[in-house]
């Protein structure tokens, strides 16, 4: 429960506030109380201290003791002596420290409420637990304490004692039970005058009024003795608890206990009994009853109304929901109508009907065409085993069954038989939907008749391209065999003229260097020969390796490097070896040899006449040797292009080759088991590093 707290400047003044409210309530009721003088079986005081505690806070707690010590001492006080004045002083404390317990605690026990979310006491729980724990279980606090410290006065006796705390105890909870619910109820007005309930207050009041006056001054007045008068009162009290709420009903449990009070004390009918005291027990007791009856009435109603506003709201919030989702829902279907509708291919929803044929009881625009009709009309209601070839009528029964078992079929190829007579191949696809309980299938057609001719067309093509492919190995092999021949015969004829020169020195000089020329070129030739041979074997299969395992890597690496320092020296490039000698492994010489000089070659190619380092290392169970120019470099987009076949990264106008080189070298690393890799950047030079196992797998 959150209740306001007052700041420390203004918490004196609520204190005294409280305090006088809480004199002035006490010294009402003591205008019927009984000696010594400030018991009274009619105290509102004890509602208007729970209910400023309520409101105000726990730390107002000295305005309830201060107004009751006021109020009780000034009742009880005695100057015959020094002893008898600190007596009643003394007891006026304890009396103000049993209000002030009596306030405490039955705020802590008060249901808990939020001020700002509606009115305390409006559950039955609530009222029950208020009166309970509140109000008769708290009033027995004040009523002990109080009673007792009389009789430790010596302000009453024995003999009183029972009376005084019953008379105590009783005004006490019904003055909690009657005026804290209306203190309460008044400080928040809106609860009934936004409601449109203010005039019927104002008029239920008057009406109780009147009533009770007729019933003290009236013809009845003289049979109060006779007939349970009190009980008339009832309709009104009812008429508050239905239709006046919480506010309406404390003030009119205020306004009968005022008038039977104030009634009583002046003999009216229908509570007069005995003695005086007596009477006003009497008159409290069924106020009490009152009270309790018609708070437990007005809970009753009033969580009955929060219930059906609630569920007014929750209706209202149902509805918004279901008109959102059936917006939604519409606009969805709509959606996906105009989606099925402008699709380009047939679709078609088929119900299995109750003779067990298989309908069609929508189709879209695309239907149309595909199955030889004018409109789509004239699909509804056909079966759809119009529509199959008859030597595929099994075929699609068993389709169509596993789709409404499975759930789900295709996509699968078949063919429609079209209504004008044609047959055109579909790719069809079904899927099981619900419809009216009954099972339905959405069946998507799709003219598959330009892509079959496009697969067959690239069908064609492909078998062009292999043939045309087979036809250039085979030139390739047949034209680099028949090169190889003439070259080999040039070849030693040109070395076998270069070894006759220096017989005749004169002759040697002037034809020495164009029969240099001539060699270098033969040997040129030769090389791309050898290139053309190895890509007609490698693409048909037929490279074969001879492997040896005593090969030592290092001398194979140090005797093509020495058989290319020529090469190199004419290419103003130094040629330079390292690494790690004597690694024996099993690998094919000649290959091996092969691949270095491809690199090797290419490092002399696009070295800048710059120096070129070979390295040779052991790794354990795999070796490495690796060729660094610091030449042109490869561009980082080129480094994987290179190793394909007829690739270049450079343009051909400035250095010649067929770009096999690398893919031969790629592809006879792979053979061996092995890896090769380039590491590289524009202007800096390349690094190839050929990794092999030092075992054949």
């Known amino acids: 429960m959150r209740v306001p707290r007052t700041g420390s400047r203004s918490r004196p003044i609520a204190i005294l506030l409280l305090a006088a409210i809480y004199a002035a309530g006490a010294s009402v009721g003591q205008l019927l109380a009984i000696p010594p003088g400030n018991v009274t079986a009619y105290f509102p005081a004890s509602g208007i201290a729970l209910a400023g505690i309520l409101l105000g806070g726990r730390k107002l707690w000295p305005g309830v003791w201060l107004g009751s010590f006021l109020v009780n001492t000034w009742a009880i006080f005695d100057t015959t002596s020094f002893a008898r004045t600190a007596t009643t002083t003394l007891v006026g404390a304890t009396i103000g420290m049993g209000a002030t317990i009596e306030a405490l605690a039955a705020a802590r026990v008060f249901p808990p409420w939020d001020r700002d979310a509606g009115l305390p006491l409006a559950r039955v729980l609530d009222v029950a637990r208020f009166t309970a724990l509140s109000g008769l279980g708290c009033s027995i606090t004040s009523a002990t304490m109080g009673t007792t410290s009389l009789f430790a006065g010596s302000l009453i006796t024995t003999t009183d004692y029972a009376e005084t705390w019953l008379t ?10 009657v005026i804290t619910p209306l203190v309460l109820a008044c400080v928040q007005p809106r609860w009934w005058s936004f409601q ?36 008339f009162i009832t309709p009104f009290l009812v008429w508050a608890g239905v239709r006046l709420g ?36 009497f008159v ?7 009270a309790l009856t018609t708070q437990v009435l007005a809970a009753v109603i009033t ?25 939604a829902l519409t606009e969805s279907e709509e959606r996906y109508r105009v989606l099925v509708e402008v699709s380009p291919d047939a679709t078609l929803l088929e119900k299995l009907d109750t003779d067990g044929v298989l309908r069609i009881v929508y189709a879209n625009a695309a239907a149309a065409p595909l199955f030889g009709v004018t409109s789509a009309a004239e699909l509804i209601g056909r079966s759809v085993f119009d529509f199959v070839l008859a030597e595929r009528e099994d075929i699609a029964h068993r389709g169509v069954m596993s789709a409404l078992e499975h759930g789900n079929l295709g996509p699968v190829d078949g063919w429609v038989a079209r209504a004008d007579g044609t047959a055109v191949e579909v790719e069809i696809m079904l899927a099981r939907v619900p419809r009216g309980g009954k099972r339905a299938l959405l069946a998507i057609y799709r003219d598959i008749t330009r892509r079959k001719q496009i697969e067959e067309e690239r069908a064609a093509l492909y078998r062009e391209a292999e043939e ?26 040109l070395q076998a003229l270069a070894r006759s020169l220096p017989a005749d020195p004169e002759v040697a000089a002037k034809i020495a260097p164009a029969l240099d020329v001539a060699l270098r070129q033969t040997k040129r030739l030769n090389t791309l020969v050898d290139e053309l041979l190895d890509v007609s074997r490698i693409t048909q299969g037929r490279m074969e390796l001879c492997l040896d395992d005593e090969i030592d890597l290092f001398a194979v690496v140090e005797d093509v490097v020495q058989r290319m320092q020529d090469t190199a020296a004419r290419a103003g490039c130094e040629l330079r070896l390292g690494g790690d000698a004597t690694i024996v492994g099993c690998w094919d010489r000649s290959r091996v040899e092969q691949v270095l000089i491809n690199l090797l070659s290419n490092a002399i190619k696009y070295g800048a006449k710059a120096p070129i380092d070979v390295r040779v290392r052991d790794e354990g169970a795999s ?37 096999l080189g690398l893919w031969i070298a790629r592809r006879i690393v792979e053979a061996l088991g092995g890896t090769i890799l380039v590491e590289s950047a524009p202007g800096e030079g390349a690094t190839f590093t050929v990794t092999l196992p030092r075992a054949r797998a």
């Not at 009147?210 to 009980?231: I, S």
């Not at 040797?625 to 450079?650: L, Y």
């Open 168 to 177: 105590w105890w009783l005004g006490d909870a019904v003055g909690i039970l």
């Open 196 to 231: 449109g309930r203010g005039a019927e207050i104002a008029l239920h009041q008057v009406a109780l009024f009147a009533f009770q006056m007729y019933l003290v001054a009236g013809t009845l007045a003289d049979r109060g003795a006779h007939c349970p008068l009190g009980h």
């Open 246 to 281: 919480p506010l309406g009903a404390a003030l009119a449990v205020f306004n009968v206990s005022v008038f039977a009070t104030l009634g009583t004390e002046h003999g009216a009918p229908p509570f007069v009994r005995g003695t005086r005291n007596e009477s006003l027990l």
């Open 284 to 290: 409290q007791a069924f106020v009490g009853d009152m």
């Open 303 to 327: 969580e009955r109304r929060r219930a059906e506003w609630a569920l007014s709201r929750s209706r209202d919030e149902l509805d918004r929901r279901v008109a959102e989702r059936t917006a």
């Open 468 to 493: 045309s492919i087979r036809a250039r190995d085979e030139f390739l092999s047949i034209a680099s065999h028949e090169l190889k021949t003439p070259l080999t015969a040039l070849s030693l004829k």
């Open 623 to 659: 070796v490495s040797f690796s060729v660094t120019d610091r030449g042109i470099g490869i561009p980082a987009e080129d480094q994987a292009r290179i190793f394909d076949r007829f690739e270049r990264a450079v343009s051909v106008r400035h250095f010649g080759g067929f770009g």
